[in-house]
Nanobody
Framework: QVELVESGGGLVQPGGSLRLSCAAS????????IGWFRQAPGKEREKISC????????TYDDSVKGRFTISIDKDKNTVFLQMNNLKPEDTAVYFC??????????????WGKGTLVTVSR
């Protein structure tokens, strides 16, 4: 059983930055696909970024490419999402999810409870 706890959300003005953290416990993050997802009010959850801990590869949705960066600190068992140049349409609850034994972020096995990001003046 893997427990994930997201943090770092909050209120930020357009153009600002936030760094989200996803701390994992219950397992070391080897051979996992770890993804950041978000769900805006009235919309479905969408995948925005993924990192493969075994291959070191990263992927991004076009909506965040060039603005968001996913990274991992294996010593801290934590995955980060650096979000720059935030836009009002980035407002959502952000979740991290993990899938064991995979390099792609589909069919996640475990989820965190999410952290709210609000981008507004």
């Amino acid at each position: 059983q893997v427990e994930l706890v997201e943090s770092g959300g909050g209120l930020v003005q357009p153009g600002g930055s936030l760094r989200l953290s996803c701390a994992a416990s219950g397992a070391t993050l080897d051979y996992y696909a770890i993804g950041w997802f978000r769900q805006a009010p009235g919309k479905e959850r969408e995948k925005i970024s993924c990192i493969s801990t075994s291959e070191g590869t990263t992927t991004y949705d076009d909506s965040v490419k060039g603005r968001f960066t996913i990274s991992i600190d294996k010593d801290k068992n934590t995955v980060f999402l650096q979000m720059n140049n935030l836009k009002p349409e980035d407002t959502a609850v952000y979740f991290c999810g993990v899938r064991y034994g995979s390099s792609v972020c589909d069919g996640m096995h475990f989820w965190g409870k999410g952290t709210l990001v609000t981008v507004s003046r």
